[in-house]
């Protein structure tokens, strides 16, 4: 089982950024999003699928469609620019497991 | 607030035993509220869930990683460990330790994670 998501998107300033991670659990189970900068620790974005965690500015948004959730970036800015990851869990919820990672570029 | 800090040896031979221990700061290991993980990031790469232990003391560990790993809860230090066996130069990577939320599943808390390095 694995989480599959797009090695790269690239969007310019005020534009939106979608990035999409594709499962075949994820219809059964939640989705969680994380933003890490070159040399740090990932931080927290979301949470099961679309809750955004204190702190985290709206402009950051999710979704589910059965087996792909999206996580959405609206009026990116150049502060956004990092690797993001999606975690999920597989269909028993008993193993953790994390996508490959999608760095988003803002040109 | 919780604070979270790995420590370790950084540089371990091959077929030796890595371990890591994660101090946690700012609220109680007992707690009900938190699991606790290890990840990792080999150098360039994306992240890798190592496994975790619950308040309780269930553990759960990556299939691909079950026969080579250990975690465990020192209650008395605040601290939970990991130990990793038989460890091969594809174990080089960043180590995370990590304060996973009870009731969300969520990774709340990170360590700064530690660089450990697999070289004779």
């Known amino acids: 089982y694995e989480l599959t998501q797009p090695p790269s998107v690239s969007v310019s300033p005020g534009q939106t950024a979608r990035i999409t991670c594709s499962g075949d659990a994820l219809p059964k189970q939640y989705a969680y999003w994380y933003q890490q900068k070159p040399g740090q620790a990932p931080v927290l974005v979301l949470y099961q699928d679309s809750e955004r965690p204190s702190g985290i500015p709206e402009r950051f948004s999710g979704s589910n469609s059965g087996t792909t959730v999206t996580l959405t970036i609206s009026g990116v800015q150049a502060e956004d620019e990092a690797d993001y990851y999606c975690?999920?869990?597989?269909?028993?919820?008993?193993?953790?497991?994390f996508g490959g990672g999608t760095k988003l570029t803002v040109l | 607030q919780l604070q979270l800090q790995e420590s370790g040896p950084g540089l371990v031979k091959p077929s030796e035993t890595l371990s890591l221990t994660c101090t946690v700061s700012g609220g109680s290991i007992s707690s009900s509220s938190y699991s606790w993980g290890w990840i990792r990031q080999p150098p360039g790469k994306g992240l890798e869930w190592v496994g975790s232990?619950?308040?309780?003391?269930?553990?759960y560990y990556n299939p691909s990683l079950k026969s080579r790993v250990t975690i465990s809860v020192d209650t008395s230090k605040n601290q939970f460990s990991l130990k990793l066996s038989s460890v091969t130069a594809a174990d080089t990577a960043v180590y995370y330790c990590?304060?996973?939320?009870?009731?969300?599943?969520?990774?709340?808390?990170w360590g700064q994670g530690t660089l450990l390095t697999v070289s004779s």
């Open positions: 975690q999920s869990a597989d269909i028993s919820g008993t193993y953790v497991l």
């Open positions: 990590a304060g996973i939320a009870a009731a969300e599943s969520s990774i709340d808390y």
């Open positions: 232990i619950s308040y309780a003391g269930s553990t």
